[in-house]
């Protein structure tokens, strides 16, 4: 599938068991789906705003992980294998246009997964793979591991990582109704090994925050490797969570860097 293609694409069925991990509207009127896919202990609301700031274009489709909001009473898988396999079957009829996959720190690594996944069943490849907050899979892991820890000392974990809302604590049954889906992303993380594979087709930008101990420049610079097409990355102002503080810029950095990338097509194919 290219980027040429349109909307008017034919839809194939959506059966509620896609429906069940993927949101938004499968007949949307826009021509580009952009699914997002959220950090450790983050949810599809973690992206609500970004509606509202899209381009008309774009059509947010975000990613329902199991175990929270209205999955809240499912288990929660922590395997990144168990689930991209949910996750790449899910999806798959939702890829009726060109889209964009965009993750954040836990999220950038499924993200990654999830597109060499549908490169492996051979479906359409994503027009742009964004990765936020997270280095390329291919370096060592740097973080302490923590979901085996006690509640307390998780819960203090957590907190000190910035992944939680301290004002969260203070409400305890809220806090036990979302502990089970964090404890699993978390250890999601830790026994996520990548698995050597040729880098993807696809075109891939990087973003950080400046002030991110977790990926800083380099760390971004890494996702070089894991695909064949020129790196492209950006840097904002803000910590780990500067998803929070920057959206209007990271979504106009998808947006010209998927201009731009468009341009260059059309530049070849006039030159072929």
Not at 93 to 108: C, E, K, Q, T, V
């Amino acid at each position: 599938m290219t980027s040429a293609m349109a909307a008017s694409s034919p839809l194939r069925p959506v059966p509620p068991a896609s429906r069940a991990w993927i949101g938004g509207e499968p007949d949307a009127a826009q021509p580009l789906r952009l699914f997002t896919l959220p950090f450790a202990g983050g949810s599809a609301s973690s992206f609500a705003s970004w509606r509202a700031k899209l381009p008309p274009s774009m059509a947010l489709t975000p990613v329902h992980l199991p175990g929270r909001e209205r999955r809240l009473f499912e288990t929660p898988i922590d395997a990144m294998p168990a689930m991209i396999a949910a996750l790449a079957t899910a999806i798959q009829p939702w890829l009726d246009r060109p889209y964009i996959l965009f993750g954040h720190s836990m999220g950038a690594v499924m993200a990654y997964e999830l597109a060499a996944a549908l490169a492996d069943l051979g479906a359409p490849p994503p027009d742009l793979l964004v990765v936020s907050g997270h280095g390329a899979p291919i370096l060592p892991r740097t973080f302490r591991q923590i979901s085996a820890l006690d509640d307390k000392a998780f819960l203090a974990a957590v907190t000190e990582l910035g992944g939680l809302p301290r004002q969260l604590l203070d409400e305890p049954e809220l806090l036990e109704l979302v502990l089970p889906a964090l404890r699993a992303d978390f250890r999601l993380c830790e026994t996520y090994a990548w698995g050597a594979r040729d880098p993807l087709s696809c075109p891939v930008l990087a973003l950080g925050g400046r002030s991110d101990p977790i990926a800083g420049q380099a760390e971004l610079e890494s996702w070089q490797h894991m695909t064949t097409r020129p790196l492209r990355s950006r840097m904002f102002d803000g910590n780990h969570f500067f998803l929070s503080t920057a959206t209007d810029a990271i979504i106009c950095s998808i947006a010209e860097t998927l201009a731009a990338l468009r341009g260059q097509a059309a530049i070849g194919r006039a030159f072929a």
